[in-house]
């Protein structure tokens, strides 16, 4: 049964193997996420495959609450709007048509054809651990444009967009016209599935990276893309991904959370939180462990909670730390255990009020 109200969840993996399943399980949340997993099909999923996740979980006792991000090759041409998007669109509802079908509430998204940049991933945290950084100067020193600081994820490689030609350059009103049109394609279908469509922030949020303009960058663009949603006429399908870490990132940092909770969180638009944070903002910016970031943890959790946020909250970027795995067991055990604590105090006040 779905569990109601806030609560916790592991998430950030691509493979729902018996480790991933066991370790959820033991740090006592109820439920998982998935990102991009790794699914048969090569534009787009089956409900049959989808359930089968579903059913995985279920035999640990936990919940599919979601699952974010299909590959960047299912929908590169559609975010730039180039040859072969009405294709990737008609597959893309088939894939939220599945999503439903195999009782996955929410699926995540982003509009970031050349992905989440980063500069450093040696940097050093509290105590030695190993933390993605950010410099947009670095980027600016690059001679291939920066080309070498996007993912390399296998799966990914082939849609990643990157050009140093300004002929070639996609401006921020293109990839405004791309999304509302994609908006106006696929919502109308993600409501009649059943299926809450979550857009995740650009990561970086700068202006442009790699010759494409980001366009979810700040609270108001989030705000353009809500009234969009509103002029699909299907508007219940659409809501956030809200990541902390991302508008913290925003220049101005904790004053772009607290606006994003405060203006969507009564309207129930966040469906899910990624609750992790850094230091600095952008030009330049480093993640951290929480509670050593631009926001006040505690401070969030009960403004989440004042706010109406009836969703899951689940690690996200973590730092690595000694003796971790590639995945980063320790640190995800860190952030959980944190998030835990707070929502139990958010529990004991409420019960005392």
């Known amino acids: 049964m ?20 066991r370790f959820a399980a033991q740090l006592g949340v109820r439920g998982v996420q998935m990102n991009s997993p790794l699914l048969p099909g090569t534009e787009r999923w089956e409900a049959a495959d989808l359930k089968a996740l579903v059913v995985r979980a279920a035999a640990y006792g936990l919940t599919l609450e979601a699952i974010e991000n299909v590959p960047l090759t299912f929908l590169h041409l559609a975010m730039t709007g180039s040859e ?7 597959n893309y509802t088939q894939t939220i048509r599945a999503v439903g079908e195999a009782g996955i ?45 996007m993912p390399d994820r296998a799966d990914w490689v082939g849609g990643l967009v990157h050009t140093t030609d300004p002929a070639h350059v996609i401006d921020a009103e293109t990839m405004w016209a791309n999304y509302e049109h994609f ?3 696929v919502l109308p279908v993600a409501r009649e599935a059943g299926v809450k469509l ?5 990561d970086p949020p700068v202006p442009m990276l790699g010759g494409v303009a ?26 956030l991904d809200l990541c902390l870490g991302c508008c913290s990132e925003m220049p101005g940092g904790k004053a772009n959370v607290r606006e994003m909770i405060e203006h969507f969180g009564p309207t129930g638009r966040i469906l899910y939180v990624h609750f992790r944070d850094v230091q600095g903002s952008v030009p330049r910016f480093q993640e951290c462990f929480i509670g050593e970031g631009n926001y006040d943890p505690a401070e969030i959790m009960l403004l989440l909670k004042r706010n109406g946020f ?24 860190h952030a959980v255990g ?8 958010i529990e004991l006040m409420d019960a005392n009020a």
């Open 2 to 21: 779905r569990e109601k109200g806030m609560r916790i969840a592991v998430g950030q993996f691509s493979e729902m193997t018996d480790d991933m399943l």
């Open 84 to 90: 072969g998007a009405a294709r990737q669109i008609e």
């Open 105 to 149: 509430p929410i699926l995540g998204y982003n509009f970031m054809p050349n992905s989440v940049w980063t500069t450093n991933r040696q940097a050093r945290g509290r105590g030695g651990a190993r933390v993605r950084e950010f410099d947009l100067a670095a980027v600016a020193a690059s001679p291939g444009g920066g080309s070498e600081f």
């Open 183 to 185: 908006m106006h394609a």
């Open 198 to 202: 979550a857009l995740h922030p650009d």
């Open 214 to 239: 980001r366009i979810f960058i700040d609270p108001a663009g989030f705000k353009r893309a809500e009234q969009i949603a509103n002029d699909t006429g299907a508007s219940e399908a659409w809501g």
């Open 310 to 333: 009836m969703g899951f909250l689940l690690d996200d970027h973590v730092p690595h730390m000694e003796g971790d795995t590639p995945w980063n067991h320790r640190g995800r055990a």
């Open 338 to 345: 944190y998030m835990q604590g707070l929502l139990r105090m």
